[in-house]
């Protein structure tokens, strides 16, 4: 398929399709939600159409900057969108900023591969920013168009590059790939807008730098350069060794069974569909597999992630029987998922791409499945020939899967037949609410009997319900699922979640949209957190891709002042209000659990969502926990030595 250069890249290749009022009016069906994964839908998008002049070979460095002022700047080293007139009358970049559907991608010219599908990446992310800015250089000229709210403050217009430099940020002002030292490019900047983004309008540092560090893994050649003004904190990717590196990276801190196995083709026939995958298995009992479709994290997988599980089955299956090494043992493909660490890519025309909805999380093109599939089956086959050890190790580790498959399965199946996992009979700790819709309902998860009891009595019945977790909680670092239903906390939680567990999992009957994470603020409330992030990471990953896992932070310290009380919810927050107070007749109580408070001051600080402060977690933080688990947990004494000599100074000292 041919690429356009800058000189042909015309306003003639903008297809136009519609307005961006549907957009204001239903964020939701063009970003997912409103809340911070939608939030950070619009970054994606803007990166991703710099990414499409990367694949197109016109683009070699991508710069990021999360501004002090909430704002973000992505700028790239490309052809520079057309300035031209459009066949509509207006300059070919007000069309693909201000028009659905309205860009080169639907071109079969377009290059191929590109992220940003259907077009609405960019005009999306326009109207549902308060601010918008951005500016070209083409033909040793700079032009600029301003928007509020999706609408052009002024027409496209020609500026100096002195003025260019003035809006520059500090930060890469003199830098070589700020736009003004670019021969061509595009630089955009976008502030979201609060009336859409009312949860949030903040973005992460983590969520962007990991954006960004996927892209330079599939991207060769593509240098990426992050920068967080409100943090002072950058990064910096440029990464040659492409998804080998990236199941290495995932897997850093386990022990691999055998070296990346990496795999690449491309089918014949009217679509081509280019096809990447490397996977490893390590000791862990858990998987991790990420699938991408033009650079595209499809979260939710799809046919390309199908045909490479088909693939892997049905040669490691046939392996098996082709050397005798079956014998009584029946493998199924949930077995082949413990301990794998897999990255599968497809790339495919954008115009023939196509995905289950506008938020790109899940592929439904079937000819990605066929094209993966036979690609892996059948360099699959050859690779476990020539390589009979790395076979065994597989086999070997599919074959213990699948022995503690089945006992899972008997554990599971005698707690279904007592009537407690099926759904019918709640756990007698659960204080259940009285709203019966999932999405004005959440699940406050609370440490002790004594805290769960200020949370039932101060607690708002109608739509907050307690589950209280005695002791320790099971630690799911090295447990495998029959031990996990066995454990009691764990089994309630999974009860009172309603979804199952394991292969029987049913993401969309979760009975709680918001699942809050409710601890001490102690070296033991934090403990018990990383236990239950490391199990739902583990074990209920959709509940926290879905942005369903909260993290509550109560305070810290009770100031009373003058017939005043103020909560602190850290040190320097009580240190910066004690300076603010002229008497010296201060009372100061330290929290040292949730059960010292009572249930007003409970509801007060930490339950009423007026005054509450809660962290949504996301896959980083869970992963975080992840490692620190797999560190401090796991069978290796050199790297848990390591992160306590390194972090002892860090140490909270709470008794």
């Known amino acids: 398929m041919p690429t356009l250069s800058s000189k042909d890249y015309r306003a003639k290749h903008i297809k136009v399709l519609e307005g961006l009022d549907p957009v204001r009016k239903r964020p939701g069906m063009y ?95 326009n109207a549902l920013s308060a601010r918008m800015t951005v500016i070209i250089k083409r033909d040793a000229k700079y032009y600029i168009q301003e928007y509020k709210i999706g609408k052009p403050i ?33 630089m955009t900047i976008f502030a979201p807008d609060p009336a859409i983004f009312k949860i949030t309008t903040k973005f992460s ?88 479709a033009n650079v595209i994290n499809t979260h939710d997988g799809g046919t390309h992630l199908t045909g490479f599980r088909m693939a892997l089955i049905k040669a490691i299956k046939e392996y098996a029987l082709r050397n005798n090494l079956l014998k009584n043992e029946d493998v199924a493909g949930d077995d082949l998922r413990e301990g794998l660490t897999a990255v599968v890519f497809i790339k495919m025309p954008a115009n023939d791409i196509q995905f289950e909805s506008q938020t790109k999380t899940k592929l439904n093109n079937p000819e990605a499945q066929s094209a993966v599939y036979a690609i892996v089956k059948e360099k699959l086959d050859e690779y476990l020939e020539e390589q009979p050890q790395t076979a065994r190790k597989i086999l070997a580790k599919v074959l213990l899967a699948a022995q503690a498959r089945v006992a899972a399965r008997a554990a599971k199946d005698a707690v279904i037949r007592k009537g407690i ?71 309630d939680l999974i009860v009172a979640l309603g979804i199952g567990i394991g292969d029987t999992m049913e993401p969309d009957k979760l009975r709680y949209h918001r699942i809050i994470l409710l601890m001490d603020a102690d070296v033991d409330g934090e403990h018990i957190a990383t236990l239950l992030l490391t199990f739902f990471y583990r074990h209920l990953r959709p509940i926290i891709d879905r942005g369903h896992l909260y993290l509550a932070l109560p305070p810290l310290y009770k100031i009373e002042h003058a017939k005043t009380i103020h909560y602190a919810y850290s040190d320097p927050g009580k240190d910066a209000y004690l300076t603010t107070l002229t008497s010296d007749k201060v009372v100061i109580q330290r929290y040292k659990g949730l059960g010292e408070m009572n249930p007003e001051q409970l509801w007060d600080t930490t339950m009423n969502p007026a005054n509450r402060t809660l962290k949504l977690i996301t896959v980083d933080d869970a992963l975080k926990a992840d490692r620190v688990f797999t560190t401090l947990m796991g069978e290796d004494v050199p790297p848990r030595r390591h992160f306590i000599q390194t972090h002892a100074k860090l140490a909270t000292l709470d008794v």
Do not use: W
């Open 31 to 125: 970003i997912g939600s409103t809340d911070s994964r939608g939030l950070h839908h619009l970054v994606t998008e803007i990166i991703d159409n710099s990414v499409d002049e990367a694949i197109a070979l016109s683009a070699h460095h991508i710069t990021v900057i999360l501004q002090k002022d909430g704002a973000v700047l992505v700028c790239d080293d490309g052809r520079g969108i057309p300035v031209d007139k459009h066949e509509s009358g207006v300059s070919a970049l007000e069309v693909a900023m201000t028009k659905l559907h309205a860009g080169g991608k639907f071109e079969e010219t377009a290059y191929q591969a590109s992220g940003g599908l259907h077009g609405v990446g960019a005009s999306a992310v």
């Open 154 to 186: 002024y027409p496209v217009k020609t500026i100096s590059e002195s003025e260019v430099i003035k809006l520059l940020p500090e930060t890469i002002r003199h830098m070589p790939y700020a736009i003004s030292q670019l021969s061509s490019g595009t």
């Open 205 to 292: 540092y983590l969520q962007v730098k990991t954006l960004v560090r996927e892209r330079a893994y599939l991207v060769a050649g593509l240098s990426f350069h992050l920068f967080d003004e409100r943090q002072d904190k950058q990064a910096h990717f440029y990464i040659e060794g492409g998804i080998k590196a990236l199941v290495s990276h995932f897997n850093r801190d386990k022990k691999p069974l055998h070296d990346v196995i990496y795999i690449k083709g491309q089918s014949d026939g009217d679509l081509p569909v280019g096809v990447e995958v490397a996977f490893q298995y390590n000791d862990s009992f858990t998987e991790l597999v990420e699938s991408f």
């Open 421 to 491: 996992l099926d759904g019918l009979t709640l756990p007698g700790k659960l204080a259940d609410c009285q709203e019966k819709d999932p999405a004005k309902s959440e699940l406050l998860i609370v440490e002790g009997d004594s805290a769960g009891g200020s949370a039932k009595s101060g607690r708002d019945r109608k739509f907050q319900a307690i589950l209280p977790l005695g002791g320790k909680v099971l630690n799911t670092e090295r447990a495998r699922l029959d031990k996990i239903v066995k454990f009691e906390e764990l089994k």
